[in-house]
């Protein structure tokens, strides 16, 4: 069963448009991390924030989590070429040994 | 840097041979993960592993099983391969306890004729 679930599947933008992807999760989590994944690749970790955080920056990525909705969005701001790629969010329920990942938007930046 | 290595980027393999796939870790990782992705259904957990010669099943382990002999190696085993194995093996290593970021290998796409 999926936790989390990426909203929209597909988004293309312009270079220099910023873009946000949303994740939704069904059960109470102890975080939630992004990772990016480039074509034929394997994961990238992007960024952490924890259940008792709302906001988190690193560089030009914004993640905020709000725990009341079981939702969280990353917003990558000054879109580059280099940031298409497809996006997952991931969660580890409390007391899970494991994370449960969403099946991903893909980003596709248009120069 | 972290580096996790897997053994090969692609493989074709015929039904009903026994497949190993292959992951070292340099980071002296205590959990090491073995995923499959397939378009449209994200990221599956195949097995995980806590610490040497301990494994635990995870969302879809039929058809497959695993090694940890070493702490840095993770092996995962195709019994008799079958053609719904076609995919992509993704490995995975982190620090324990959760939830500490995963470190992923660059994968192995299996294609099973």
């Known amino acids: 069963s999926q936790q989390g679930e990426e909203d929209p599947q597909a988004l293309s933008i312009q270079e220099g448009e910023n873009a946000t992807m949303n994740c939704s999760y069904k059960?109470?989590?102890?975080?939630l991390q992004w990772y990016r994944q480039n074509s034929g690749r394997g994961l990238v970790h992007l960024i952490l924030?924890?259940?008792?955080?709302r906001e988190k920056h690193s560089g030009r990525l914004r993640v905020t989590l709000d725990t009341s909705k079981k939702s969280s969005s990353l917003l990558i701001t000054a879109s580059r070429a280099a940031d298409t790629a497809s996006y997952f969010c991931?969660?580890?329920?409390?007391?899970?040994?494991?994370?449960?990942f969403g099946q991903g938007t893909r980003l596709t930046i248009n120069p | 840097d972290v580096k996790v290595t897997q053994s090969s980027r692609y493989l074709v393999k015929r039904t009903g041979e026994k497949v190993f796939l292959e992951c070292v870790q340099d980071?002296?990782?205590?959990?090491m993960f073995w995923y499959r992705q397939d378009p449209g259904l994200g990221l599956r957990l195949i097995y995980f592993?806590?610490?040497?010669?301990?494994?635990e099943k995870g969302d879809i382990p039929e058809g497959y099983s695993v090694s940890r002999e070493k702490k840095e190696r993770f092996s995962l085993i195709l019994e008799s391969a079958s053609t719904n194995q076609t995919s992509m093996y993704l490995c995975?290593?982190?620090?324990?306890?959760?939830?500490?970021?995963?470190?992923f290998g660059p994968g192995t796409r299996l294609t099973v004729t």
């Open positions: 995975a290593s982190s620090s324990r306890p959760l939830p500490y970021e995963q470190y």
């Open positions: 592993s806590y610490d040497v010669k301990m494994k």
């Open positions: 991931a969660t580890d329920a409390w007391g899970a040994q494991k994370l449960v």
């Open positions: 059960t109470s989590i102890n975080n």
């Open positions: 924030i924890r259940s008792n955080e």
């Open positions: 980071m002296d990782h205590e959990n």
